[in-house]
């Protein structure tokens, strides 16, 4: 057995039975009881059906545990039954406020078991809408996170602005969230003509709204006085809890899978990672707010590169995997047949097993697949950063203010269908 | 920062009984699960590797296979910018694997959710209930022989079907 070493803290993290069973039931010190509280799962600041079983003492967290598991839908499961192409479809559902990345954790982690080559167009495209979803995500933890600390306005600024990008979804895809636009070997079709000006219009208008934004939080003394010094959580509890995304680098741990590991050519962008000091709330919100910022520029450059772009192929041209242009089938026997095979039986990757992790807005959003062979996955797992994330909530609140509480959950940004999948 | 070579040679040195192999590019270990918790200390505590971040744990059950389950972990070294992969086979009929909870605290929940759903029972976690699925729930859904059964209906038309399929369905 390994001691456990001092960098190494240890954590509890209790289930909702260990604090019924643990919770003191007789008078403390003061001649008051403890009260079992449970906070959801119809809670409005849980973002979701997730359920707190917070012990009071008073006004203080004297233990809690989440209670999830009630939008568990067995998506790894129904995966098993469906094609690759056909399981694209439920990543979206995984994390339905940032689809595209857990579009892109799955088509990458199959191409890398078949390694398989992306063309340039098709990469850059990836790009441009992992990082508009980095953007429309960040909108909607920044509105509800605002919202949740009584502050509206900066609510409807956030959705008005969301709207944009889900309007350049909704051109791209048919879809404004559920978008399953990636396929393996690259994207489902190609972009509409007046997708670049649409996305250039928005890039003139967004920046100046962060500056709104910040105008109203980021100097707001009440805002200070909730966030500051809140929920904190040091470097080594992050990595210990597992903490990624903007949680960890607030921390002051400058990790991020898009310089760690580089994937569809982030290596090849100009960007910075925003890095906090002292691991509260108010660096977790500098850090996203400063990374829609960093968001901006990589969706820039995209654009840029993607008018040198023009008309070359958004899909690789392995015919054993991606199909055939349809105009192609009215002349060809060959792909005719290709057709008719991918759509009917699907393609084989061949036996082993690959994990992808990318850089999710929540943090690692990972996939790990395991291919028998056959035209459907043996099994697949999904690495959901809320998961993991929701695991520091016990620590961070123990021993501080159940008003805090509302702010700690925001803070770590969980969307509750990729906690219980 | 050391290299994918050096880390060979240095497990293998360590840990004889380690098989070495390759998970589409990336390193991956196939460990006995005696060693498990010997070589994640290892792995987390030399000061030349520090995998320190546990990213991923999750079971696989290989039916028809021997050892039928495998608990796969993922484990990156933030000092060295490297990931690596354990592989643990799981027999079926002991199907006990240490647990890494106490080593790395991210464990806890992702070993719930393997013993949710694949009945893997990690001795020495602190508390190994049920995560996902209802507590009174009656078997583990992610093995590959669970019955996948019907929809529970309103109607009694195809009643005996449902419940040779599903036989725990009948309360």
Known sequence: MVMQSRAFPAIEIPTPAQIAATANNGPNADGEENMILSMGPQHPSTHGVLRLVVELAGETVVNLAPDIGFLHTGIEKTMETKTYTKSIVLTDRIDYLAPLSNNYAYVAAVEKLMQLEVPERAQVVRVLLLELTRLNSHLVWLGTHALDLAAMSVFFYAVREREYILDIFEMLTGARMMTSYFRVGGLAWDTPADFIPTVEQFLDYFPARIDEYEDLLTNNPLWHQRTKGVGVISAADAIALGLTGANLRASGVSWDLRKAFPYSGYETYAFDVPVGRNGDIFDRYTCRVQEMRESVKIVRQAVERLKGLDGLPFITADRKVAPPPKSEITYSMESLIHHFKLWTEGFRPPQGSAYVGVESPRGEFGCYVVSDGSPKPWRVHFRAPSFINIQALPHMARGKLVADLVAMIASLDPVLGEVDR | ?171
């Open chain 2, 1 to 171: 920062m050391i290299d994918r070579a050096t880390l060979v040679a240095q497990v293998q040195a360590q840990f004889p009984t380690v098989i070495v192999g390759d998970e589409s590019g990336d390193l991956a270990l196939t460990v006995g699960r005696m060693h498990l918790t010997e070589l994640a200390g290892w792995l987390r505590d030399e000061p030349d590797l520090q995998f320190t971040f546990l990213n991923n744990l999750c079971g696989v059950d290989y039916l028809g296979r021997e050892p039928r389950f495998e608990v796969v972990i993922h484990l990156t070294s933030i000092t060295n910018v490297m990931r690596i992969a354990l592989h643990v086979g799981v027999p079926e009929n002991d199907p006990t694997v240490p647990s890494l909870a106490r080593m790395f605290p991210t464990a806890n929940y992702q070993e719930r959710e393997t013993y949710d759903m694949f009945g893997i029972i990690f001795t020495g976690h602190p508390s190994l209930e049920r995560i996902l699925m209802p507590e009174d729930w009656m078997g583990h859904p992610q093995r590959k022989d669970h019955p996948l059964g019907y929809e529970d209906v309103a109607f009694t038309h195809n009643e005996d079907l449902i419940y040779a399929n599903k036989p725990f369905a009948k309360e």
